[in-house]
């Protein structure tokens, strides 16, 4: 009677493969990240060449924090908050926060969707009967919630000369004006950034709520997270001086307070680097919403997830959040121009790591400045906070499972590499980048692949008989073992 061996028990398998994969955030390790010789160094490469900018680009000031997951771990202040004042920039100076509003607004309308309130599909008339815009088209279909949060709604950027006169509309003036705006586009048709889509989410929370915007957000969003320094659309004490372009002749034109509005909601917030690290870390946060988890961990995954390409495929928008590739890297944030301020905010979910970058000028390029202090201060801490995965060791026995396989669907060849195994398929045209299986334990592999094709992700295993290997099983297909 022949002898028949399936390596490993699937219960066996779950359990490695559970162990090997999920890893939680190390918090105990973070107090002691910004003492790391490398992250020591990085802070002093960055600060050297901030302080090179503020002196030679003649910027007001900059305000920047590094956070890992649920830590603050390092802060800074260059320049002036009020250069006349001589009052120095510190973690604790407010800025207008500009466009980073519309992510407070955008985890609002999630809020509700997660209490019933509201669906992303329904219609915007739904909720404000008054709102009926000019069509691109005139079989267009109804502009829904999820079109405004993603930018594709084919609004107009604008509803009005705002940003020229610094006279933002009020609601009333901006329900008047709904009616004369012209679509430039179709809904989904293209990513068009715009300041009337968010204006009228913010509209809508409203509606839902019986509250006014500032009002949600001081209840559902500031107190949680305990953002006590944060205010929409308030000249509050401590605000850094706003200060214009630098000009031919050097100087810079002081901005007074500008009210936004009816359209705070996209663009009204008021905040400082310590509460912006409190949101950062608060999409870092798993379970149920509850507490300071402002939403489920279902709901951030698809505010993080791209809904929306731009249409060179060079960035795309989730629900709120602005999503870009950085190399080999996705960040999630948002950036922010205001009269007077412009902000940044950089998000790298995998590592957990955030940058916050806060200015009072409209010419600081803070995109630019958060790529830098990613790149250093903020890759230093990601390396010294990663969680190092658990490995199983390699044993020479698996070289057994070389070997050349055949199934209906093709051929297959599992080769020996340095203590690896990776798949080939006889008849590919390169060597390209080969799948791989990964050990979990108990004989058995995990599937690994750059594209998300096949049965990546699943697991490998192979039937013995008789001391032979006669077959591999991949998730719940099978291939048989032709020769060695």
């Known amino acids: 009677m022949s002898r028949i061996a399936l390596v490993g028990s699937r219960a066996a398998v779950v359990g490695a493969l559970a162990f090997s994969l999920i890893s939680a955030p190390v918090t105990a390790q973070q107090s002691n990240v910004s003492a790391d010789p490398d992250v020591q160094g990085a802070i002093r490469l960055f600060s050297a060449w901030m302080e090179g900018q503020i002196a030679y680009r003649g910027l007001p000031g900059v305000a920047v924090g590094v956070v890992a997951d649920q830590e603050l771990v390092w802060d800074q202040g260059f320049g002036f908050a009020d250069i006349a004042a001589n009052r120095p920039m510190t973690r604790d100076t407010k800025f207008r926060m500009a ?27 739904d909720y404000l009967p008054w709102f009926q815009v000019q069509t691109a088209e005139a079989d267009d279909p109804a502009i829904t919630i999820e079109h405004l949060l993603t930018h594709s709604s084919g609004l107009p950027r604008e509803a009005a000369g705002h940003w020229s006169s610094w006279e933002f509309p009020t609601a009333e003036e901006m329900r008047n004006l709904i009616p004369e705006r012209q679509a430039a586009f179709s809904p989904e048709v293209r990513w068009k950034y715009s300041n009337l889509a968010y204006t009228i989410a913010g509209m809508i929370i409203e509606s839902v709520t019986g509250q006014s915007w500032a009002d949600y957000l001081g209840q559902n969003i500031f107190a949680p997270l305990g953002m006590s320094a944060s205010s929409v659309d308030v000249a509050a004490a401590g605000m850094a001086t706003g200060y214009g372009r630098r000009m031919p002749d050097g100087s810079r034109e002081l901005i007074p307070f500008v009210d936004a509005r009816s359209m705070a909601a996209a663009t009204g917030l008021t905040s400082t680097v310590s ?3 409190k949101f950062v870390s608060a999409q870092f946060r798993q379970g149920q919403r509850g507490g300071d988890r402002l939403l489920s961990t279902a709901s951030l995954r698809e505010m993080h997830r791209v809904r929306m390409l731009e249409s060179t495929w060079t960035r795309g928008q989730g629900i709120g959040f602005a999503v ?27 590592s957990r790591v955030g940058v916050i970058v806060l200015t009072n000028t409209n010419d600081s390029n803070p995109g630019d400045i958060a790529q830098q202090l990613m790149s250093t201060v903020g890759a230093a801490v990601a390396e010294a906070t990663k969680v190092r995965p658990v490995t199983v060791a390699w044993d020479p026995a698996w070289a057994r499972f070389a070997g050349y396989y055949r199934g209906r669907g093709g051929d297959t060849q599992v080769i020996l590499l340095n203590e690896r195994l990776v798949l080939m398929s006889p008849n590919s045209t390169s060597i390209g980048t080969p799948t791989r299986l990964e050990p979990i334990g108990g004989g058995q592999f995990l599937l690994v692949a750059p594209t998300g094709g096949g049965a ?6 192979f039937l013995e008989e008789d001391g032979r290997v006669v077959r591999m099983i991949t998730g719940d297909s099978f291939i048989d073992r032709l020769r060695d």
Request: charged share 25%; proline share 2%; glycine share 12%.
């Open 99 to 125: 466009s980073h509003s519309k992510l407070f607004t955008a985890t609002a309308i999630m809020q509700l969707r997660e209490e019933g309130r509201l669906r992303l599909d329904d219609r915007v008339s």
């Open 275 to 277: 509460d912006m690290a």
């Open 324 to 350: 870009s590739r950085v190399d080999d890297k996705l960040y999630v944030g948002h950036g922010g121009g205001y009269p007077g301020y412009t902000t940044q905010t950089m998000i790298q979910l995998d």
């Open 456 to 461: 990546v992700g699943e697991v490998v295993r």
